[in-house]
Structure formats: structure tokens, C-alpha cells
């Protein structure tokens, strides 16, 4: 049978595609939740969150083949950002939050292919927790909420509520958070862990705290997350370190 070889850029673009199919669902998501059916306010946020997230956590793991861009990641999230911000600004909150996730998820997957340790991950996943009590409880983070609330417009994802229109009602979740999120799944790509089970788990744990915050105040996010990630592989994490000392595997 004869035939030509697609070329390497026909190909990226064949496994972006489902990338472009989450991104569309979750833009459509955001812009349609006022015509979807509501419940009672507290199942609605988390109903609501919870397809969110889904939507998010699908648009991350569709765009990993973004990994092969190396330094190129940094032009992505150059653009994606401040273009994010023109979408905010425009009140565009769809576009601007696929935006937000496109250039997170760059940012994310390029500091992942700066580490070389396994060790190095856990230490950042240990240290992470940390910070972010600090930051959403004393530090910037506080001081964002309390002193420039229009700002979180420009350093958040919205997660709209169904049965409002995204400018009523939304929850949102930092870009930082995203960026860790991608960070450690390029990590669990690059190191042989659990990739899948690592996205659900992650995911789920943003849902966790967003659920925990209504029932007390805003929380942060990566602690959880941290814990998600480093408990699904705990035991291929100990066995890496233990075997190879953490060493990036080879051909990844």
C-alpha cells in the first residue's frame, strides 16, 4: 500500500483537536449556564463547579502535546495572558477564560520540563502548601480580596453558576492554581506516574475546596492539590526515589 507519512505538524494539529473541543465546550458552558435548569444555591455552585473543573481538567491534559514546544511554551503564555486580559476588560469571560487556560497550562508544563528531579517535584508540591496558606490567609492573596476585589477578575478562572449568566453569579479559581495543575501533570507524564488517576485526583481536590469555602470562607487551593497529586503516586514516588533517585527517566 503506498502512501506519504503525515507530517509532524499535521499531527500536533490531529492531537490538538480534542484541545479545541474541550476549549469550545467550556467557553459554551460559560456562556449558556443561564439557560441551564438551577437548584438550590449551594448544589448549584457545586454542580456547577464540579462540570467546570471537569471542563478545565479536560482542556489541560487535551493540550500536553503543547509539551513538544519546549521554550516556545513561554510565547504561548505571553500571548494567552495579556490576551486573557483584553477579553476581561471587554467582559468576554468565555474567550478569556480559555485564554486563562491555555496560558496556564503552557506556563505549567514549561517549568515541569525545567525539572530534572522527582525530588525536586515533591519538594515544590511540599513547599506549595505553605505559601498558599500564606498568601490566601496573610499574604497577596488576602490583600487582592480585600483591597483590589477588581483585580480578581484578571487573576482568576470563573466558574459560572447554572441558572445565571456568568456576570450575576460565578466561583472562581486562581491561574496560579492552573499552573500548578499542569505543572504536575507534565511532572507525572515526565516521571512515569499516574497520569490519569493524577488529573482526576487534582481536579477533585479543586472541587473539595471550593466546596469547603462555602460552608466557611475563601481557601486555598493548593494545598489540597498538592496532597492530591503526591497521594495518588505515593507509592510509585517513594519507588522512584528509592531506585533511581529521582532522576528524570530516560527518553521522557
Known amino acids: 500500500m503506498s502512501g506519504t507519512k503525515p507530517s509532524r505538524r499535521t499531527d500536533l494539529a490531529r492531537r490538538l483537536t480534542p484541545a479545541l473541543v474541550a476549549a469550545l465546550a467550556f467557553a459554551l458552558f460559560t456562556q449558556a449556564s443561564r439557560w ?7 448544589a448549584d455552585v457545586i454542580a ?16 500536553m502535546p503543547l509539551r513538544e514546544f519546549g521554550h516556545w511554551l513561554l510565547v504561548i503564555t505571553a500571548v494567552a495572558l495579556p490576551l486573557s486580559a483584553a477579553f476581561t476588560h471587554s467582559g468576554l469571560l ?15 508544563f514549561w517549568l ?58 460565578y466561583s472562581a479559581l486562581g491561574i496560579s492554581d492552573v499552573i500548578f495543575y499542569a505543572l504536575f501533570l507534565g511532572a507525572a507524564a515526565a516521571f512515569g506516574l499516574r497520569l490519569r488517576w493524577t488529573a482526576v485526583a487534582m481536579a477533585a481536590s479543586f472541587l473539595a475546596t471550593v466546596t469547603a469555602a462555602l460552608y466557611w470562607r475563601a481557601l486555598p487551593a493548593l494545598p489540597l492539590l498538592s496532597l492530591a497529586f503526591l497521594g495518588v503516586n505515593a507509592d510509585l514516588v517513594y519507588r522512584r526515589l528509592w531506585a533511581r533517585g529521582g532522576s528524570r527517566p530516560a527518553g521522557l
Open 94 to 108: 468565555p474567550a478569556a477564560n480559555v485564554c486563562k487556560v491555555v496560558g496556564a497550562a503552557a506556563l505549567g
Open 112 to 169: 515541569a520540563s525545567q525539572v530534572t528531579s522527582l525530588s525536586v517535584v515533591v519538594l515544590i508540591a511540599l513547599i506549595v502548601i505553605a505559601i498558599d496558606i500564606y498568601s490566601v490567609f496573610s499574604g497577596p492573596t488576602k490583600a487582592v480580596l480585600t483591597r483590589r476585589p477588581e483585580w480578581l477578575g484578571y487573576l482568576t478562572i470563573a466558574f459560572s453558576w447554572m441558572g445565571y449568566a456568568y456576570s450575576e453569579a
Open 36 to 42: 441551564l435548569p438551577s437548584f438550590a444555591l449551594r
Open 48 to 63: 456547577s463547579v464540579a462540570i467546570g473543573l471537569a471542563l478545565l481538567a479536560a482542556l489541560v491534559v487535551a493540550l
